[in-house]
């Protein structure tokens, strides 16, 4: 996530000069301390958060659990994860249903902070979650509030009750007791009442918010928050908190440049659970929030069980098993090519997934410069083939080549590299079918890999070396008869044996007398 860029990097360079060192003195952790109160501060963390963070992990990091340990530096780094984690809110906190439905949520916030468009984002994920949700427009007050949530609605496949037309016309305490009555009869299970922000804190909004809480008496409020506001959250959400009241905050414009202070002090500060966070413009970049997978991305240790679901999310198991009977069945096709980069762009932004791995940090040059447009360039020239030369590449000659470039708005140069991408990977992809490792194009053969995909090893056949060709004749009819081949003489002269040319090989005898004068 690029809100928390800078402060990963500062917070990563600091925890890495502490490695190498066998022990850890006072004015090591002071420093490593000063650094990191330095870092928080410039990424707009409250005051009061960044003392109490740093006095716990300078607690921790002078005490016995590092002094003791085998190796204190990641200790210090495993202190600083856990306090990251705690900051965040320890545990995460899942959503409370209502006993009986239908359960509402209330959204609250300023306004420019993304409200609305989360109202769809989160009935979205309602709706993958086996829910149904309805979304009820009480913003009655910010021009085209309403027509945005319809739209929005309408993206998520989610019904929009929108009774007033809005732009300061209509009540919206009435229009929110009333959607969830509607949603009541209806038998939609989740009511999301989208409210009113204003540009700043006022009595007027603070009143009409509490009014529409009063009616509804939801089961959620959440207080929806902007991650790049930087200090002015803490005072925001104290200010909610006492006028409103929430059960939880979401964080929004998580995908943003700025530098992420929100999310480290508006759980401390308000004792408020992080929920959700936003971390794109699609209706798909929004997930439950987990603390410390977040505190592990801060860190630069990859979220890879975040990873893993959103993979899970977006491929179908039947599918999956389909396409590794074709991989090893030499039956894979530009068309399957074609359905595997979709389901991979499915999950949403690659440049996200690939910053999820642990040590991302270090490619971030590679992560800036990669283009996700590449995908669709990709599907182009694909879907600009026939049927017949997407299922067998051999057919695209030349003048095909040209063709297909045209009709992808391409070259042919990027049309020989995506065929050449998709004949690399079959391969590869039939070599781990059959259980084998690949070979990596640039990377030589991996050590230990000489099956499957890499090159067959030949047994070394058993024959005699001896120079003489009547010698090695009667060695090897001696081998072939199952006997071993006689021993050959030694060509040294050490202890007397074998000096000379032509001496008889030692006895068993004389072997035996040697070894016991040199006391084995």
Known sequence: MATFGSLSDRLAETLKNLRGKGKLSPADVDGTVREIRRALLDADVALDVVKSFTAAIRERALGDEVNKALNPAQQVVQIVNEELVEILGGQQRRLEFAKKPPTVIMLAGLQGAGKTTLAGKLAKWLKKEGHTPVLVAS???????VTQLQVVGEQAGVPVFAPEPGNGVGDPVKVAKNGVRFAADKLYDVVIVDTAGRLGVDADMMKQAANIRKAVDPDEVLFVIDAMIGQDAVVTAKAFQDGVDFTGVVLTKLDGD??????LSVAHVTGRPIMFASTGEGLDDFEPFHPDRMASRILDLGDILTLIEQAQGAFDEAEALEMAEKFATDSFTLDDFLKQMQQLRN???IKGMLSMLPGAKGMREQLDNFDEREIVRTEAIIQSMTKAERANSKLLNGSRRLRIARGAGSTVTEVNQLVNRFEQAAKMMKTVAKGGVPQVPGMGPIPGAGFGGGRK?????KGSKAG????RAAENARLANGEKAAPAAPTGGGFGLGGKKGDKAPTQEELASLQKFLGR
């Open 139 to 145: 913003d009655l007050q910010r021009p085209n509030a």
């Open 258 to 263: 700025a530098r992420g202070g929100a999310a």
């Open 347 to 349: 999950m949403g932004s």
């Open 457 to 461: 090893q030949v047994a070394k056949k």
């Open 468 to 471: 003489n060709p009547a010698k």
